[in-house]
């Protein structure tokens, strides 16, 4: 049990430290839907650590997978689903002009009264899907 909330601080403060890293050395925010959507269609030169960005993300998954597979788990649903899902929340994301990592981890931390709001409808439109999807 002591490793499991070891490893989820030690995960926490690596992505904090990334996010603060990318907000000193860049000015920006490290809200992966802005990040992955301002590579379609590519800025010119803010292109290079966006795809170091997302590279860096996709390499410590597939390092995750190849080392710990057992903390990576399989997907309970089928790859097409997971696809469509990942779109839908994609779209989500961008039409309300940001998602969990940029609200969540950036915006709160700054004290955004945008992200403060958006983090707590994020927090109980889960709650109550969960408790919806639990109850079925």
């Not at 696809?83 to 994301?93: E, H, R």
């Amino acid at each position: 049990m002591a490793s499991s909330w070891i490893s989820a601080l030690g995960g926490g403060a690596l992505i904090g430290a990334a996010a603060v890293l990318l907000l000193l050395t860049h000015g920006r925010i490290a809200g992966i839907s802005g990040v992955i959507g301002s590579l379609l269609p590519p800025v010119p030169s803010d292109r290079g650590w966006r795809v170091a960005f997302v590279g860096g993300l996709a390499l410590a998954g597939a390092l995750a997978g190849a080392f710990a597979p057992a903390a990576v788990g399989a997907s309970v649903r089928s790859s097409t689903a997971v696809v469509i899902a990942g779109l839908l929340v994609g779209f989500g994301t961008r039409h309300g002009s940001g998602c969990t990592s940029g609200h969540g981890v950036c915006g709160v931390s700054r004290l955004s009264v945008r992200s403060l709001v958006a983090v707590a409808t994020f927090m109980t439109t889960g709650a109550a899907t969960a408790m919806i999807a639990g109850a079925s």
